[in-house]
């Protein structure tokens, strides 16, 4: 498809629409101007109560499982913070009846000493949902609890409001800074972009090609699974 749309100049962009949520600009920022030092290690989970047997998702011929419908945002939004690719792979998986995957838990290293460490299962009680991710870093932690997805929009279509929290880890004085970053519908924004990349002919900055190099980085992630030893991105 990335091959396709850049050889017929068609705009190609795989729909993580988590990067578009205000907070994640926040986020960037504190990155950016070294508040939290040197990224160390992003810990991450998505996970939910397990879809009926005959959903798509539950389907190994189609992709099913954990991994791809609930870590592939963990390890989106690694590689969009940490802003490089993933060299190597280590995970496990838990391989249901149905043939697909019902967790996953895994480690990616990145080529200057970060990693992710990321949880993705269908275990959660029925109609139970979680989500989360933490950015540690030399000097702090920022701390991202709705991360990936806006459940309450998504199912009963309430704005709710989100927050991040920088903590400052200094021995004998941690400091704490929050802020409410508002209410935002990140499905609109990533659609808005979208249009907007469309009508004004300017470049998307997340191409087709991006979503190839995720899907590269899954695939290493489900090997390693398979194998039980590190495979290389």
Known sequence: MANACRENHVLLMEAFAQRFHPQYATVREWIQQGRI????????????SSYPPDDIRMASSL???????????????????????PVSAFARQDIG???????TSGTLYFPMGEMLQFDTNLYLDDRHFEQGCIV??????????????????????RMV????????????????QTVQVGTAHQWRLEEEFFADRILTGRPIELPGEDGVANMRAIDAVAQSAKSGRPVEV
């Open 37 to 48: 030092g040197k990224i160390l290690r992003i810990s991450a989970s998505m996970s939910r």
């Open 97 to 103: 009846s149905t043939g697909v995957d019902e967790r």
């Open 63 to 85: 992709g099913g499982g954990a991994l791809m419908d609930l870590g592939c945002y963990c390890i989106n939004t690694a590689r969009y913070l940490i802003g490089s690719e």
């Open 161 to 176: 409001e989100a927050e991040v929290t920088l903590t400052t880890h200094l021995i004998g004085g941690d400091t704490s």
């Open 136 to 157: 540690f870093g030399e000097k702090g932690s920022i701390h991202i609890p709705h991360a990936f997805s806006q459940v309450e929009i998504l199912r009963f279509g």
